[in-house]
């Protein structure tokens, strides 16, 4: 897992997601993961993540992501982490994909751990 640093619109370092966010998203790299609605399983590729949420990227648009939830399996660097998921927002890239963001509904307590030690805290300055 590596996490991207950017440059946002006030030249801080890692880019955390809008304001109103409650808990503080960080880019990252190296996520992959397995999305299951019951009938099939899509993969794809997490964009960034945060204690309560993350965003499932290249997702093909045929997936509508309507149910009320779902279960994913995301893994990086050898570790898994089993979360229950809804869907909260859902953006089109191209043609054929789109990007769907998801609020955790259930995650194991290493899921926790992981965020909580490997999101930097957005320092106010």
Known sequence: MHLVETKGDKGHGFQLGRQKRRYPRAMIEGFVGNLADGMRV????????????FEFINIPESFTAEKHSYTVKLASDGKYYKLLVKP??????????????????????????????????????
Not at 42 to 53: A, D, F, K, L, M
Not at 98 to 111: C, N, T
Request: glycine share 10%; hydrophobic share 40%.
């Open 42 to 53: 899509v993969e794809g590729r997490v964009g960034n993540i945060s204690t309560g949420g």
């Open 88 to 125: 909260c927002w859902r953006k089109a890239k191209s043609e054929n994909v789109v990007d769907i963001g998801f609020k955790i509904l259930d995650a194991p307590l290493e899921w926790l751990a992981y965020t909580i030690n490997n999101i930097p805290v957005k320092q106010n300055n």
